[in-house]
């Protein structure tokens, strides 16, 4: 069996289980968020009565992330939803905007976008939280009403985006139907060259097979070039394989993936017991690619999907009005230190944003120096506007006032995983997705560059 | 349980994505809250861009489409997990979409909240039919009917039964999976 069979095969306890069988899995964590939390609870609440209970309060996790540092009053409303339903059912597990349970969260705008508004309990983009917070093991299921939940197929689990009925009959249960998914193999050799990041290798690989060409699937990156990634980046191409339509992405595991586990679950206090899956050497197949990652070079996905792939070098005559960073797939912390490197004694020559994914990134900003000088201070001092406040921010548009949204019809360059028409705020508006590195070269040039200029 | 489902067809083409069926920027409306429902309803496929698609979905200022039916290319509904995607084309008065191919998540959110039919449909149609077009789709046989033309749909096997029964809740408790009562 493949790691996703595996994984599913224990979920439902079976002892072997075939791409498209419909099986019931148990769920070991569910995630939600403030957008579609509120509907999730809903849902819930119709189905299995006013007074029901959740089926097990430790294996739920609410991390409003999406719309928080808007003025819009829903948006804010949402979070409140969320704080009712967490005090209602008693959930460990709530990562509120603000300290006071019994609060209102309320965004204030006076205070403005850049400067700190929330408590001690917030944790950012749910994606990069999620194992932040010790929430993510080896060999789990993890079920979350968000597409990008892929991301944690780094861990070497299984991980999928569901909608708000299906996330409120797991709430109820604890339990799903799931269709078994054939894998596609991508076996990676080598490493990565200087100058090129997961971002380029992940461009790339969808470019490859297409939009929707893994539709229903899973992707298992294996071989020493996956090996050979950092956690960080692992989650990076995890977190992508839903731009190639596929249901999870996954990584074997390495020493990398236990010490990093162990170590959150330790800090978080978190369920400690977790099972790695193995590689068999009898895995099926639906198909297999074999990827030298010496060769990839830093690639960009022009508009209007993650597939429409160039080299950078390609699009140099491209000119850009704004360069963005951030999200669970661009906003991590390597992703600001690669950012930040070709930043360093260097302007950015056109509008840039940047919006790190959680609190704790935030706080390393401040603390890693390259050259005596703090990661903020480069950003800062290239002209970068940076803000202490981590969400899914401009990614995704979200509400007019969101941090760095794109409410003109400009080209943007960004970090971030969509660049469907409208994805960032204007239906207008261009997005070319590129790696941090090609963020800044490019935000330092005002055009599409290849960061390798810089090295 | 209606038998055939008729009317205007709107058309798009390849990998619409759920941007385009319901833009971020009014996923703060909870589509379990029905005065939200409808304000998604209301903006269901605005997020499509003008230059492409002059004629909008749902005519401004009105919360009800005209299209109970939408034809689509490839990779419809790919893209982010929100459910508000059907439910917002549902809401506007879509009973079905049929499209040459679906994202994964948007075609399951179809038959859990069962509020629209998502059928395959084995050639491209977007090219063949019109803005406007009548047409009709018969559940019973899953067919499409274009003048005196049936075209056969990929049946969707159990997920019909679910859908029909309003979505999964609904099924389990009339199959009696779950307890009619809770």
Same mark, same amino acid.
């Given at each position: 069996m493949t790691l996703t069979e595996k994984i599913l095969a224990k979920a439902s306890k079976k002892s072997k289980v075939f791409p498209g069988e419909n099986i019931w899995v148990e769920t070991d964590i569910l995630l939600t968020h403030d957008v579609c939390g509120p509907g999730t609870i809903g849902v819930f609440k119709r189905e299995f009565g006013k007074n029901a209970r959740v089926w097990n309060p430790y294996k739920i996790v609410i991390m409003p992330d999406h719309y928080i540092f808007t003025s819009d009053s829903l948006s804010n409303r949402n979070v409140d939803i969320l704080r009712a339903f967490t005090k209602e059912q008693g959930l460990p597990y709530f990562y509120d905007v603000i300290d006071d349970p019994n609060g209102n969260w309320k965004f204030d705008p006076l205070k403005g976008p850049l400067k700190r508004q929330y408590g001690m309990h917030y944790a950012g983009v749910c994606h990069t939280a999620l194992p932040e917070k010790g929430h993510v093991r080896p060999g789990e299921v993890l079920f979350g009403t968000d597409s990008h939940t892929c991301t944690a197929g780094a861990f070497n689990q299984f991980a999928t985006g569901i909608g708000n009925t299906d996330a409120g009959f797991v709430m109820g249960t604890g339990k799903l139907l799931i269709k078994v998914p054939p894998t596609i193999q991508f076996y990676l050799d080598g490493e990565l060259q200087k100058g090129v990041m997961a971002k380029d290798l992940i461009l790339y690989i969808i470019g490859e097979i297409g939009f929707d060409g893994a539709t229903y699937m899973a992707m298992q990156f294996e071989g020493p070039g996956a090996f050979s990634l950092s956690i960080e980046d692992r989650m990076t191409m995890a977190n992508m394989a839903i731009e190639a339509g596929a249901k999870n992405g996954i990584f074997p595991a390495d020493q990398k993936t236990i010490d990093y586990v162990n170590q959150r679950i330790l800090k978080n206090g978190t369920k400690k017991e977790f099972e790695i899956v193995e590689l068999e050497k009898d895995q099926k197949f639906f198909a297999s690619y074999s990827i030298d990652l010496s060769k990839i070079e830093p690639t960009v996905a022009a508009p209007p999907n993650p597939a429409n792939r160039f080299k950078a070098k390609e699009l140099a005559s491209v000119k850009i009005d704004r360069a963005y960073l951030g999200s669970c797939t661009g906003g991590k912390l390597?992703?600001?230190?690669?950012?930040?490197?070709?930043?360093?004694?260097?302007?950015?020559?056109?509008?840039?944003?940047?919006?790190?994914?959680?609190?704790?990134?935030?706080?390393?900003?401040?603390?890693?120096?390259?050259?005596?000088?703090?990661?903020?201070?480069?950003?800062?001092?290239?002209?970068?506007?940076?803000?202490?406040?981590?969400?899914?921010?401009?990614?995704?548009?979200?509400?007019?006032?969101?941090?760095?949204r794109v409410n003109k019809p400009l080209v943007c360059i960004s970090s971030t995983n969509r660049n469907f028409p409208g994805r960032m705020g204007d239906k207008a508006a261009l997005v070319y997705l590129a790696s941090p590195m090609t963020v800044a070269a490019s935000a330092i040039k005002g055009k599409i560059t290849d960061p390798r200029e810089f090295l | 349980m209606t038998k055939r489902i008729f009317g205007k067809a709107y058309v798009v083409g390849d990998n619409i994505d759920t941007d385009q069926i319901i833009p971020a920027q009014y996923l703060m409306y909870v589509p379990t809250v029905p005065e939200e429902l409808e304000k998604l309803g209301s903006y269901a496929l605005c997020g499509l861009p003008e230059s492409l698609y002059p004629l909008r979905f749902v005519e401004a200022g009105k919360t009800k489409t005209e299209y109970p039916i939408i034809i689509a290319g490839k990779n419809f509904g790919c893209g982010s997990s929100r459910e508000h995607a059907p439910i917002a084309l549902a809401a506007a008065g879509c009973r079905v979409v049929i499209a040459k191919s679906y994202a994964r998540i948007?075609?399951?959110?179809? !038959?859990?909240? /069962?509020?629209? +039919?998502? *059928?395959?449909?084995?050639?491209?149609?977007?090219?063949?039919?019109?803005?406007?077009?009548?047409?009709?789709?018969?559940?019973?046989?899953?067919?499409?009917?274009?003048?005196?033309?049936?075209?056969?749909?990929?049946?969707?096997?159990?997920?019909?039964?679910? !859908?029909?029964? /309003?979505?999964? +809740?609904? *099924?389990?408790?009339?199959?009696?999976?779950?307890?009619?009562?809770?």
């Open positions: 390597t992703d600001f230190i690669a950012f930040a490197s070709i930043l360093k004694n260097n302007m950015v020559s056109v509008e840039t944003f940047a919006v790190p994914s959680t609190p704790e990134v935030v706080d390393q900003l401040h603390k890693i120096e390259i050259e005596g000088q703090s990661l903020w201070e480069i950003l800062v001092q290239a002209g970068v506007k940076i803000t202490e406040n981590p969400s899914c921010a401009a990614c995704l548009g979200g509400p007019m006032d969101t941090f760095g | 948007f075609f399951r959110n179809c !038959i859990a909240t /069962g509020v629209l +039919f998502p *059928y395959e449909i084995g050639e491209r149609f977007p090219e063949k039919i019109e803005i406007g077009q009548e047409l009709v789709v018969d559940l019973e046989t899953e067919t499409l009917l274009v003048a005196d033309h049936a075209y056969p749909l990929k049946p969707l096997g159990d997920a019909k039964e679910v !859908i029909e029964a /309003g979505g999964i +809740f609904n *099924y389990a408790k009339k199959t009696g999976m779950i307890p009619a009562g809770s």
